[in-house]
């Protein structure tokens, strides 16, 4: 695929500050009427004017208030009745939805909405249904014959927490030119698929992917161009939190289509500071 795109590259420790400063920018609690302050207002009211129906009023500003409270931005996706994974509050807290301030034509279909700060929001129930799909895939092949990179500082414990999760091989860090070309080197593989972080950071892994004609499965924002990827999992691949969960969750559908009992938790996936 070969679609024109607009996108313009930030450089990386800013674009991963601005995103990580918006997941945590969500999670403050605002300083809207909370559920007991809308009661309080609603029984004032009711001394003043005593209307008959006062106590029926109060409880409905109150349910309201509770609704105007929450802390998260939850229009993430169109359909608000998509069965998910996991609670989409926790795909929010997160960061999974989370863009940058770029896109690209090729990303324009995974995205839901851009936010007032300028930032694309990620159709979070697409980042769901393609984990889903990544996991039928991967469970075809043999878990050696996978390999996972990730040159993305956040995207280095879990990538690799995945590969040993799933037993596949990871190639964290810098990856050494000739890893999937050059026979003669002495770290020389030969996969049948490779998982990428992000398709920029991963270049060369993606371009020796190409060269050696073996798929391609990218965590891709909405500042990814597509042309050398061949399944996407769209997601904020910039922030700590977001990757853990996508790297966790895939871990998890890719051992449950092998019918694996085994079960890891999202802290197994989550590198301390």
Not at 114 to 136: K, M, P
Not at 219 to 228: A, E, K, P, V
């Amino acid at each position: 695929m070969s679609e024109d795109n607009d996108a313009v590259e930030l450089d990386d420790d800013a674009e991963t500050e601005a995103v990580d400063a918006a997941v945590e920018e969500e999670a403050d609690t605002t300083e809207e009427p909370t559920a007991d302050a809308a009661a309080d207002g609603a029984s004032a009211d009711a001394d003043t004017e005593a209307p008959a129906d006062a106590e029926s009023e109060a409880a409905e500003e109150a349910e309201d208030a509770e609704e105007d409270a929450s802390p998260f931005d939850d229009d993430v996706m169109p359909d608000d009745d998509v069965d998910l994974l996991i609670p989409v509050e926790d795909y929010l807290s997160a960061g999974v939805h989370i863009g940058t301030q770029q896109k690209t034509k090729d990303m324009e279909r995974f995205i839901h909405r851009v936010r007032d700060d300028g930032l694309y929001v990620l159709d979070v129930s697409l980042t769901d249904e393609r984990i889903r799909t990544a996991a039928d895939f991967l469970s075809d092949y043999n878990p050696e014959q996978i390999l996972v990179t990730s040159s993305r500082q956040y995207g280095r414990f879990p990538a690799e927490k995945f590969a040993d999760a799933i037993g596949a091989r990871a190639r964290t860090g810098r990856f050494i030119p000739g890893t999937l070309t050059n026979p003669d080197y002495a770290g020389y593989i030969e996969p049948d698929v490779v998982v990428v972080t992000d398709p920029i950071g991963d270049a060369q892994a993606v371009k020796e992917a190409i060269t050696v004609g073996i798929p391609v499965i990218a965590m891709c924002d909405s500042n990814n161009q597509l042309s050398n990827v061949d399944l996407v999992i769209p997601t904020n691949n910039k922030g700590r939190r977001a990757l853990s969960v996508v790297y966790w969750l895939l871990a998890n559908e890719t051992l449950d289509r092998r019918g694996t009992d085994t079960v890891f938790a999202l802290e197994d996936f989550e590198d301390e500071l």
